[in-house]
């Protein structure tokens, strides 16, 4: 059974910073791309950062935000500086059954419960 728990959320005030982790059990990690999608209260679930072998970024977050993978522990971070309100959501880890980055939701086959992230103005 596959599961993605995600940890490190909070809250926290604009420009400061957070770093979130999503652990991995049950797949082939290292063969798996993984990706960070978030969801802002009252809006669609959208695609924030993934990782295979390269990494692709929104443009709302590029430079601001790094993600990076630990094969060996069969964890991913998301690490968020400069944070914005706007950053607000509830943020969700998403893991394939294959390699390559995808910005698509259903690219992907399992999934996080989620982390809220809240972003003080």
């Known amino acids: 059974q596959v599961q993605l728990v995600e940890s490190g959320g909070g809250l926290v005030q604009a420009g400061g910073s957070l770093r979130l982790s999503c652990a991995a059990s049950g797949l082939p990690f290292s063969k798996s791309a993984v990706g960070w999608f978030r969801q802002p209260p009252g809006k669609d679930r959208e695609f924030v950062a993934s990782?295979?072998?390269?990494?692709y970024y929104a443009d709302s977050v590029k430079g601001r935000f790094t993600i990076s993978r630990d094969n060996a522990n069969n964890a991913v971070s998301l690490q968020m500086n400069s944070l914005e309100p706007e950053d607000t959501a509830v943020y969700y880890c998403a893991a394939r059954d294959k390699m390559g980055v995808s910005t698509s939701i259903p690219a992907y086959d399992y999934w996080g419960q989620g982390t809220q992230v809240t972003v003080s103005s």
């Open positions: 990782i295979s072998a390269v990494t």
